[in-house]
């Protein structure tokens, strides 16, 4: 982790095209300005970890979901082809 210290109207860039400024400097809470392209997304961490965990969520669901479904048709396919062999 890089750790720099910025004063309020400073800024620092990531790579050719963010820029993040100090915009000002209330108590304990420190406003910032980002500038980035639109195709970057910039999210609160808190809220890029909320994100994150109901995105594994959902994936967790519809794996379970798929399965149940492919679980359903294997057992289908075992019974008709019981029958099929009784014949």
Do not use: F, H
């Not at 004063?7 to 300005?33: A, E, P």
């Not at 980002?34 to 794996?63: C, F, G, H, K």
Request: glycine share 6%.
């Amino acid at each position: 982790m890089l750790i720099l210290a910025r004063k309020r109207n400073q800024s620092l860039r990531i790579g050719d095209n963010i820029k993040i400024t100090v915009i000002g400097i209330q108590g304990d809470q420190v406003r910032l300005g980002i500038t980035a392209p639109q195709d970057v997304q910039v999210l609160r961490q808190e809220l890029y970890e909320e994100i994150s965990e109901a995105n594994a969520q959902a994936s967790r669901a519809a794996q379970d979901v798929n399965l149940t479904v492919v679980l359903d048709k294997i057992q289908k396919l075992g019974a008709e082809t019981s029958k099929d062999e009784k014949k």
